[in-house]
């Protein structure tokens, strides 16, 4: 209740407001201020976030094709659904693919025991987390496909950060992916969380070509063009 009213009474008195992403629009919708609003995605730096051809030093002992989570390892990301995923994967292409997850958290031991009891150890590696963002740029890069899990969620910067490098996103409906990244040939939503289904898409796009993207969409320099115009009233 209180943080309600703190917000009604910023919005209310703000001349203009940024919104990161439709449910941040429909939330001033509702105090009647959307003529107030501007909407700036959240964007990368594509200095840093880029594809590069260059083997990451994290994944030098994986062979296998790479199916990709980054983030906190909590309940709320759902990587039991990324754990089914591998399960179907490896039993329409037995030993082609592996489950890498870069990051750490407090769910960790419940994902350690459902991958025990429900799947194969030698399926997946935990990387631990990876603070250096050229690796992590080195292992977008390497990997096939990036999965989110999460039961919910904003816009996660590891998704921006995946096209960035050229990887393709398969994603729960979740947060405002589905409305803000429209690009259906690099980031697709499954509105049902069905291992089959992120399963079946990632066969069909695992042969994509990767290649370094001149303009991104979700870059600073995009998004540098937008508040300066904000700050010049233009």
């Keep these: 209740y209180l943080w ?8 209310n008195k703000a001349n203009k407001i940024i ?9 001033i919708k509702k105090y009647n201020k959307l003529r ?7 964007f990368v730096d594509t200095s840093i976030f880029y594809y590069e051809n260059v083997k990451s030093e994290t994944l030098k002992r994986i062979n296998e094709k790479i199916v990709l989570f980054v983030g906190r390892i909590e309940e709320v990301k759902g990587l039991e659904l990324f754990v089914d995923i591998l ?19 407090t769910y960790k031991k419940n994902i350690e025991t459902y991958i025990k009891n429900e799947s194969n150890e030698q399926l997946f590696f935990f990387a631990g987390a990876v603070f250096d963002q050229q690796e992590l740029r080195k292992i977008y890069s390497e990997s096939t496909v ?6 919910f969620e904003g ?22 992916i589905k409305q803000l990244i429209t690009d259906e040939k ?5 509105d049902e969380r069905l291992p089959s289904l992120f399963a079946e898409k990632i066969l069909q796009i695992q042969n994509q070509k990767k290649e370094f993207i001149d303009e991104f969409k979700f ?4 998004a540098s063009v937008t508040i300066n115009k904000l700050l010049n009233n233009k």
């Excluded at 309600?4 to 919005?11: A, L, P, V, Y």
């Excluded at 990036?146 to 039961?151: C, D, F, R």
């Excluded at 816009?155 to 405002?176: D, K, R």
């Design 4 to 11: 309600s009213n703190i917000r009604e009474k910023n919005i």
């Design 19 to 27: 919104a990161i992403d439709s449910l941040c629009l429909d939330v």
């Design 36 to 42: 107030n609003a501007i909407l700036i995605p959240n």
């Design 87 to 105: 399960n179907n994967l490896d039993k329409k292409e037995k030993g082609k693919w592996k489950g890498v997850i870069v990051g750490r958290g």
């Design 146 to 151: 990036l999965i989110i899990s999460s039961l």
């Design 155 to 176: 816009i996660p910067m590891v998704v921006l950060e995946a096209l960035a490098c050229s990887t393709p996103v398969v994603s729960t409906n979740v947060g405002g």
């Design 186 to 190: 690099k980031c697709f939503v499954i």
């Design 219 to 222: 870059s600073v320099k995009t």
